[in-house]
């Protein structure tokens, strides 16, 4: 459990992530048990988790599988290479965690949580290799386990979008983005007058947007309803103006759907 070479030990060090105020608090205290673990940070939520794991590089992060914004799950599949923890999924929902999410995971914990049973999952953690190998392969497991039947449908809906800069993730209010769209088998997001690599599929986010907020133009683009600000028929065509200048036209299949969305 513990790293010991005679004169240093090494603790593992924690991220606790869930929305409840009561339930982080709690698995706090229980971990404060452990003196080979140490609680490094907090999140309240999917989109700080990212923020605090890729700042504070975790051994491990305890993350809930039903949060407000980001699912624990979505959460994991966002950090990649050496920012991606050892992960241990928290849920009250038993046969959600095993059918779901156990393939992504060294361990998932039930609500409520027994201190035998965090003392196995902290075992776990401890005995799991490190590494980019170990990385590459959670990471496979992850993009596994969102392909179960069903589960896009019980993730919440977003409030910020994730995206890729750089090295890191960054987390953009959707007011921010006036479009997402596809090109060369890449999902791109704009915002901020630059384009932004996305992770999620355009017919993933269908599903993940808030409902009513984007619009399906074409076949390769969604675009945020509250960014167009005129639009009209342009040789039989629907062509949309979106408030940073550019324009778009919406299929011809698309066309009624977008002008029911835009009245």
Do not use: C
């Not at 005995?127 to 170990?134: D, M, N, Q, T, V």
């Amino acid at each position: 459990m513990t790293a010991n070479n005679g004169h240093e030990t090494t603790r593992l060090k924690a991220l606790i992530a869930d929305d409840e105020p009561r339930a982080r608090q709690f698995l706090e205290k229980l971990l404060g048990e452990h003196a080979d673990v140490e609680v490094v940070g907090t999140a309240r939520g999917g989109a700080e988790a990212i923020e605090r794991i890729g700042a504070l590089k975790p051994d491990v992060a305890f993350l809930d599988i039903h949060m407000p914004d980001l699912s624990g799950l979505e959460v994991a599949r966002h950090l990649k290479g050496e920012t991606l923890p050892v992960v241990v999924f928290v849920t009250a929902y038993d046969q959600y965690a095993v059918e779901a999410f156990e393939v992504a995971a060294v361990d998932y914990l039930l609500k409520p949580i027994r201190r035998e049973r965090l003392a196995e999952a902290i075992r776990r953690v401890a005995s799991e290799p490190r590494g980019a190998r170990a990385s590459a392969k959670r990471a496979a497991a992850i993009e596994t386990a969102l392909e179960q039947p069903g589960l896009k449908e019980r993730l919440p809906a977003l409030k910020r979008l994730p995206v890729r800069h750089r090295r890191e993730v960054r987390l953009l209010d959707l007011e921010q983005v006036p479009m997402v769209f596809s090109r060369d088998r890449l999902v791109l997001a704009r915002a901020e007058g630059r384009e932004y690599l996305v992770d999620y599929t355009l017919q993933e986010l269908e599903h993940r947007l808030p409902e009513g907020e984007f619009v399906r133009v074409h076949r390769g683009a969604l675009v945020n309803v509250r960014a167009i600000e005129s639009f009209g028929g342009e040789n039989g065509v629907l062509v949309l103006r979106l408030k940073d200048g550019s324009r778009i036209e919406a299929s011809e299949r698309r066309a009624a759907e977008v002008r029911r969305k835009l009245r």
